[in-house]
């Protein structure tokens, strides 16, 4: 290639970066790809999926005992409620 036209070769990478800044607006970043990184990752990310999954399971089955336990102590403030009335009204 001559002298001049090196300068003004752009590889197309940089090409698709600059249209895309001029004619779009959007930033676009370069990429690199690490396996390792992406084993980390991905390990932290099973990590903390399991214990999601863990934490859910113990919240769920803690929701329902004390649901149960509300509903019933509910329904027995329920009973209570009618017994006095019903004493209050005909006594």
């Known amino acids: 290639m001559p002298e001049n036209k090196k300068r003004l070769y ?43 999954k863990d934490v859910t399971a113990l919240l769920t089955k803690s929701c329902r005992i004390f649901f149960s336990d509300l509903y019933h102590t509910y329904t027995h403030l329920k009973y209570l409620r009618l017994i006095v009335d019903i004493a209050s009204r005909f006594g």
């Open 10 to 52: 752009k590889p197309p990478v940089e090409n698709f970066i600059f249209k895309m800044r001029e004619e779009l607006g959007i930033t676009v970043r370069e990429f690199h790809y690490s396996k390792n990184l992406y084993e980390k990752k991905e390990e932290a990310r099973n990590l903390i999926s399991k214990e999601t």
